[in-house]
C-alpha cells in the first residue's frame, strides 16, 4: 500500500491535531478477566490528557454491524470535534475494526473525510482479515463448532444462534473474513491522498516475531515475549497454523501491516487496549500509545 504525505500540499495545516480513537468490534465494554470489569482504553484518555498538551475524543459506534455503518456514525463525532476544537483536521487511532473504520471515512471509496484527517494509526487492525471469522462463519455454515468459534463468541458474549439471527452481526464477520478484505474492502477503501497511514501488530503465545516484524520503523524486541491470555488462548494457537505464525490472538501481524509498518508489540489483542488479565503478565498499553502519538507528533501531526 501507498502511505500519503500530509506535507505534500502548499499551505497544508500542520498539527498537533486532536486525537480521536476508534474501538474494534464489540468494543469489549463489559468483558470480565480476572478480578473486576475491564474497560477498553483503560485509563488512556487520562494519560494522554493529563498534561494538557493532548486534545482526546473517544468516539462510540455500533458495536456488531459493517465499518460502513460504523463509519457512518463516527464521521458525526468528527465533525463535532472539528467544530468544538476548530482544529483543521483529526488523527485517527483505530484499534482492531476501529482501523478499518477509519479508512472508509478517510477514503475516496468510502466518506471521502481524507482532507480532515491528518493520519491514520491502526493497531491490529485485520487489513487483510482473519481466518478466525472464516472459522466463525463455517461454524455458522453447518460445520461444527469448535474451540476456536467458540472462543471468539465467548469473548464478544456471543452465540452461535446470535449470529444465525442477527444480520448485522453476520455481515460483520463476513467483511472480517480474508477473501472479503482481499476482493471487496482492499479494492473499494483505498488510500486517500495527502493522508499518513501507520500500523502495528501485536505477538503473543510467546512468539519472538522474528522474520514477520522484520523492517519495522522501530525495533521488534524479540526478547521480550508475551503470554496469551486464557481467553484468546485458543485462536492464538489456531492462527499459528502449526507455523508459528505470529499473532496476537485475532489478528496475524501480515494481516495488520498497513501503510508504514511501525512495530510488532508484545500483546495480545485485548492487552493492547488496556485489558489485562494478571493470569497472562501485563503490558503497557499506555506507553503503546503515547509512543503512537510521538510518531504522530514527528509527522507534523
Not at 472479503?180 to 473499494?188: G, L, P, Q
Not at 503497557?284 to 504522530?296: C, I
Request: charged fraction near 20%; glycine fraction near 14%.
Amino acid at each position: 500500500t501507498t502511505t500519503g504525505d500530509p506535507g505534500a500540499t502548499t499551505g497544508e495545516p500542520k498539527g498537533p491535531f486532536p486525537l480521536v480513537f476508534l474501538h474494534g468490534m464489540g468494543g469489549f465494554e463489559k468483558l470480565h478477566l480476572g478480578p473486576g470489569n475491564l474497560q477498553y482504553w483503560e485509563g488512556l484518555r487520562e494519560e494522554l490528557a493529563k498534561d494538557g498538551e493532548f486534545q482526546v475524543f473517544v468516539t462510540e459506534a455500533p458495536p456488531y454491524d459493517t465499518s460502513e455503518v460504523r463509519a457512518a456514525t463516527i464521521a458525526k463525532q468528527i465533525d463535532d470535534v472539528l467544530k468544538q476544537t476548530g482544529a483543521p483536521k483529526v488523527n485517527l487511532i483505530g484499534h482492531s475494526q476501529g482501523g478499518l473504520d477509519a479508512r472508509v471515512i478517510a477514503s475516496p471509496g468510502g466518506l471521502g473525510y481524507g482532507k480532515k484527517i491528518g493520519g491514520v494509526v491502526t493497531i491490529a487492525t485485520p487489513h487483510r482479515g482473519s481466518r478466525v471469522a472464516d472459522s466463525l462463519l463455517g461454524s455458522i455454515g453447518g460445520l461444527p463448532i469448535d474451540d476456536v468459534a467458540n472462543g471468539f463468541l465467548g469473548l464478544l458474549q456471543k452465540t452461535v444462534y446470535d449470529v444465525q439471527s442477527d444480520a448485522n452481526l453476520r455481515a460483520q464477520a463476513t467483511e472480517l473474513t480474508e477473501s472479503y478484505m482481499a476482493k471487496t474492502f482492499n479494492t473499494k477503501f483505498v488510500d486517500a491522498p495527502g493522508v499518513y497511514y501507520g500500523s502495528y501488530g501485536g505477538r503473543t503465545n510467546r512468539a519472538s516475531g522474528v522474520g514477520a516484524c522484520d523492517g519495522s520503523l522501530y525495533p521488534n524486541e524479540p526478547s521480550k515475549l508475551d503470554d496469551v491470555q486464557p481467553v484468546l488462548f485458543a485462536t492464538a494457537v489456531f492462527l499459528e497454523n502449526k507455523k508459528g505464525v505470529p499473532n496476537d490472538g485475532l489478528v496475524t501481524v501480515e494481516s495488520a501491516k498497513w501503510g508504514e509498518f511501525l512495530q510488532c508489540v508484545p500483546a495480545d489483542h485485548l492487552k493492547e487496549i488496556g485489558m489485562n488479565d494478571p493470569a497472562g503478565g501485563a503490558f503497557d498499553h499506555r506507553a503503546l500509545f503515547r509512543a503512537v502519538v510521538k510518531h504522530l507528533r514527528s509527522k507534523g501531526l
